[in-house]
């Protein structure tokens, strides 16, 4: 079983905006945490990472619209979505980067045009 547990996912409208949660359900300790996405038909591709000092990535199709943090004492992530685009739908996942572990459920994104 996956040590955290994505939420937060639903169907909105292109331009809305959506913050996804990344819950640790057991004891955990990880630097750098990511945030994953695959869309229907495609690989699944990195969307952010954040590491327990706060420095952070972006793949380039996200930068100025997602931002990821994470709270280390309650051990949460979130990614916030601004600005969604119908390109934007796909399951999304929480993994660590350099020591991922097997994938969760993730969490369903569907932005309509």
């Known amino acids: 079983q996956a040590p955290m547990v994505e939420s937060g996912g639903g169907l909105v409208q292109a331009g809305d905006s959506l913050r996804l949660s990344c819950e640790a359900v057991s004891r955990i300790r990880v630097d750098a945490l990511g945030w994953y996405r695959q869309a229907p038909g495609k690989q699944r591709e990195l969307v952010a990472t954040i590491t327990t000092a706060g420095d952070t990535f972006y793949a380039d199709s996200v930068k100025g619209r997602f931002t990821v943090s994470r709270d280390n004492a309650r051990l949460l992530m979130y990614l916030q979505m601004n600005s969604l685009e119908p390109e934007d739908t796909a399951v999304y996942y929480c993994?660590?980067?350099?020591?991922?572990?097997?994938w969760g459920r993730g969490t369903q994104v569907t932005v309509s045009s």
């Open positions: 993994n660590a980067p350099n020591t991922p572990w097997t």
